[in-house]
């Protein structure tokens, strides 16, 4: 492959990867309460974290649920769907915030993994570099001026992406491929920043420490993509309803990406490497101080509605056979 076809192909993949977390915002996902696995522990042990009931509501057992996903794990008994995010709308995909054994997805905080002194010590470091960044590009306008193009518009739970794709082929923390801003205006604010890195056979060696879980948003295909290399369709769009938008669908293997909440005043209470923030509401395509859109669960509460009538209805079929082999054994 030649270098001009090769950094053609780095070009596509990167603009891609940065656009999935805008398209997939727009996604209707289900908000499921399972426990996970769970863990043992008792109600006098549990704790809050910035308002949010660190046990598990769902079992009633007092134990933090915790669930294995792709996107780490998450500790499914700390949400009480009082967050800006999760009252801007449902998670914005499984790649983002991992899916349960029943195809769910779950938003929250992720499980914190314990860091050896070496491993905190070059942490600090790097996260000091990161905030340096933070502090050199505090506007959109100081973004694109250095070379950083919008590749998404605001979405709440992950803020406007902008992207330098020059920055996309290696790991450096004090080069981050994306920042993240409360808005797409001149003036809107930075609060975080995003590595978007293109690197095949699995994720690059990232920040110090096992906390940084990197993600992807390859299923099903991958997103829907026009000539243009803008985002028609999210992963859960058919082959054939992504062509009647004039789009294909485009697998993204080899493209990771972590978040790192690391500007001051929007410190993720969820994880510094959390898939989304809870402190960042808003509605998509406006900014982070905008109001919820009323209609952002609009498809989701209805099929949240219909699965619980036909669990409802499954569990009183149960109780009712129980009572028929009971009234037989009389």
Avoid at 54 to 78: H, Q, V
Avoid at 263 to 275: D, I, L
Avoid at 292 to 308: E, L, R
Wanted: contains cysteine.
């Amino acid at each position: 492959m030649t270098d001009r076809k090769l950094r053609r192909r780095l070009f596509v993949l990167s603009v891609v990867a940065v656009l999935v977390v805008s398209a997939l915002a727009v996604a209707p996902a289900l908000a499921h309460g399972s426990s996970g696995s769970g863990s043992s522990g008792s109600k006098k042990n549990c704790h809050k974290m910035q308002g949010m009931v660190m046990c598990d509501t769902t079992t009633g057992s007092g134990s933090p649920g915790l669930m294995k996903t792709a996107a780490g794990t998450i500790i499914t008994g700390a949400l009480t769907g009082d967050s800006p995010c999760e009252q801007s709308g449902p998670p914005a995909s499984s790649g983002q915030v991992g899916k349960d054994a029943e195809g769910h997805n779950h938003r929250g905080p992720l499980l914190q993994q314990p860091v050896t002194q070496a491993e905190r010590e070059a942490l600090i470091m790097q996260q000091t570099q990161a905030r340096a960044v933070a502090q050199q590009f505090p506007t959109v306008a100081t973004a694109e001026a250095a070379g950083y193009r919008k590749s998404t518009t605001y979405v709440p739970c992950i803020g406007a992406h902008y992207t330098n794709i020059g920055r996309t082929l290696k790991f450096d923390p004090a080069a981050p491929s994306e920042l993240l801003y409360d808005g797409t205006a001149p003036d809107s604010k930075i609060i975080g920043l995003s590595y978007l890195v293109v690197h095949a056979g699995g994720p690059p060696d990232g920040f110090a420490g096992p906390n940084d879980v990197w993600h992807q948003h390859n299923l099903n295909g991958g997103l829907c993509l026009n000539g243009q290399g803008v985002v028609v369709g999210a992963e859960s769009t058919s082959p054939v309803d992504c062509a009647k938008r004039g789009g294909r669908k485009v697998a993204l293997d080899d493209i990771w990406m972590v978040h790192d909440w690391v500007v001051p005043g929007w410190e993720c209470s969820w994880g510094v490497f959390a898939g989304e923030c809870p402190e960042l509401g808003g509605r998509i395509g406006g900014t982070v101080f905008d109001p919820p859109d009323p209609n952002a669960f609009k498809q989701t509460s209805g099929s949240t509605k219909a699965k619980a009538k036909a669990k409802a209805k499954a569990k009183q079929a149960v109780k009712q056979k129980g009572r028929a082999q009971q009234g037989q054994s009389d």
